[in-house]
């Protein structure tokens, strides 16, 4: 087993381990072949989130006896290449949740023909929503031709549609505009072409550096897009923000400027996780404590599963993707890397938070 690791106290650090795979697999289990994943700002909040929200704890790393490496969750496909399930077969493909490494073993549990989720121990306390795996042999109209823009953006986009949802649920706070910090990340574009669409939505302001700035102009889906260096130019009106990046300067001069219009701040995601510190500090910063909450999707889905079924669900939910997959194809491009190795040099390059917006990476992952 080849498997990518970071260290947890300084996601800039990375390693690969190679481990000899056991032939053998216990009763009921599956060996499922990596073979691509997606790779985006989102994994580097799952990695800035991997203590506070238990991330590092869906796929142990290996040869780590003292527990200072963890393993970012990842999003992609995979092959059973090995059952000793009667209900899945070798040659299935599946969709779902991943180590960064080339194999892993699953105990299916809740199988039905459509999916089935992981019953291993230590996951059993972790969000559902992550534990699920789609079983693509049995999925209706599926395309293997969407395969990247799937990896690629449904996790970012199930979170878009759930904030879109969140916000439009309470009226958004009675704001007059949403403020989305980062307005370059993907979860942010799928959040402001979600709230464009939406009948009596507020005005949507995008935030972005000044490197960025032509870029979110161009996708359309802002009423107005303003650079870090001119938040001065920000319309002091009832607002709620919605905070990708997690940068606590960006945050506080915000706060200055709109003062008691600040009526929500909505914390999502860490893209700029080297210029504020953990999701705690996030929560915790004093002038924001008490209009600051931190938006965590699988929460949201499974009460949204609760009230509509899970039929509704889906069926709001392919609406909303296949939308944002379609207006993807304006703005984004694929880049694809071969290779865990080839992985470790882009893998420094998204951490730090230089990578082009409009840039896709899949990572196919080798066998070896």
Avoid at 19 to 40: M, N, W, Y
Avoid at 164 to 191: F, N, P
Avoid at 200 to 225: A, H, M, R, W
Avoid at 284 to 291: D, F, I, K, N
Wanted: with cysteine.
């Amino acid at each position: 087993m080849k498997q990518l690791q970071t260290l947890k106290v300084d996601l800039n650090h990375s390693r690969i381990i190679l481990e000899q795979l056991g032939e053998d697999i216990q009763e009921d289990e599956v060996l499922l072949q990596v073979e691509k994943f997606s790779f985006t700002a989102n994994n580097v909040t799952y990695g800035v989130a991997g203590d506070s929200i238990g991330y590092w704890n869906f796929f142990p790393a290996i040869n780590n006896p003292d527990n200072t490496w963890g393993c970012i969750p990842v999003w992609g496909f995979a092959e059973v290449i090995m059952s000793n399930n009667s209900e899945i077969k070798d040659g299935e493909r599946i969709f779902g949740y991943f180590p960064p490494a080339n194999f892993l073993i699953v105990n299916p549990i809740k199988v039905s023909s459509q999916s089935f989720s992981d019953g291993k121990e230590h996951r059993q306390e972790l969000p559902p929503v992550y534990n699920n795996y789609v079983r693509l042999n049995a999925e209706e109209n599926y395309d293997i031709t969407t395969d990247d823009i799937r990896a690629l953006l449904f996790p970012l986009h199930i979170t878009a549609f759930c904030l879109c949802d969140a916000l439009e649920e309470r009226s958004y706070d009675g704001a007059s505009q949403v403020v989305i910090v980062s307005a370059s990340s993907k979860t942010a574009i799928g959040l402001a072409q979600g709230l464009a669409e939406t009948d009596g939505s507020p005005k949507i302001i995008g935030l972005t550096s000044i490197s960025n700035l032509k870029f979110v102009e161009g996708l359309g889906c802002y009423d107005q897009v303003i650079s870090y260096d001119d938040l001065a130019n920000i319309n002091n009106l009832s607002s709620v923000i919605v905070d990708m990046s997690g940068n606590q300067e960006v945050l506080s001069a915000l706060q200055n400027d709109l003062k008691e219009n600040l009526l929500k701040c909505i914390t999502v995601g860490m893209t700029h996780w080297d210029k504020g510190g953990s999701v705690d500090e996030a929560l915790t910063q004093a002038e924001l404590q008490e209009r600051t909450e931190f938006f965590f999707a699988p929460a949201h889905i499974q009460r949204r599963i609760g009230d509509w079924g899970q039929a509704g669900y889906a069926e709001k939910t392919n609406a909303f993707m296949a939308e944002r997959a379609e207006q993807s194809n304006d703005w984004m491009q694929i880049k694809r890397i071969k290779g865990l190795d080839n992985f470790s040099e882009t893998y420094k390059e998204v951490v730090a938070g230089n990578i082009s917006p409009n840039e896709g990476i899949i990572v196919e992952v080798d066998d070896a």
